[in-house]
């Protein structure tokens, strides 16, 4: 049986880039919704700390319909906030078109969009993140991804559905 679960080893040059890049510039950038991140390094800290998986959601903010479609039927209704909160950590990984974000997102988001091959948006993965200190590589363990769901049970219930074949391992 082929595993369900992707393993995904992102580069040292990645490791070392992004850290580089990201001490360089100190901004007030933060992602569209109350709740989200925009730092990998932050959320992976907090889901070390947590246990919780990282849900990353790769969006294009400004231009993407399905995206602002997904925002408005999910994301900014409390029963979404209220799951999350018990159950992942949230990443929002945004492609604007029309506004400009810092370097340094703008590269880590390259990045992962690149480590995670999204060719379209919205793409929603959901993975446990490790970090091997000695190499400074991250590890990704995807759990599964998904798109644009009507409601918020479905969506949430699809998550479930990954996180639990994980915890079913």
């Keep these: 049986m082929k595993s369900s679960f992707l393993k995904i080893f992102i580069l040292a040059i990645f490791a070392f880039s992004s850290t580089a890049i990201l001490a360089q510039d100190k901004s007030d950038y933060s992602a569209h919704q109350d709740g989200w991140l925009v730092n990998l390094d932050e959320a992976y800290e907090i889901s070390k700390q947590t246990g919780k998986p990282i849900l990353a959601n790769f969006t294009g903010s400004d231009w993407c319909g399905w995206c602002k479609r997904l925002s ?89 559905q990954m996180i639990a074949r994980k915890a079913g391992e």
Excluded: C, M, S
């Excluded at 979404?80 to 018990?86: D, S």
């Excluded at 590589?137 to 798109?147: D, H, P, R, V, W």
């Design 72 to 160: 408005a039927n999910v994301f900014v209704h409390d029963e979404f906030k209220k799951w999350a909160n018990e159950n992942v950590v949230l990443l929002e990984l945004d492609f604007p078109r029309r506004t400009q974000i810092p370097t340094k997102y703008r590269q880590q988001n390259a990045n992962l969009q690149q480590a995670f091959g999204v060719r379209g948006f919205p793409t929603i993965w959901v993975f446990n993140l490790d970090k091997v200190e000695a190499t400074n590589q991250f590890n990704i363990e995807a759990l599964g991804k998904t798109g644009y769901a009507k409601t918020v049970a479905d969506f949430t219930g699809g998550v479930d």
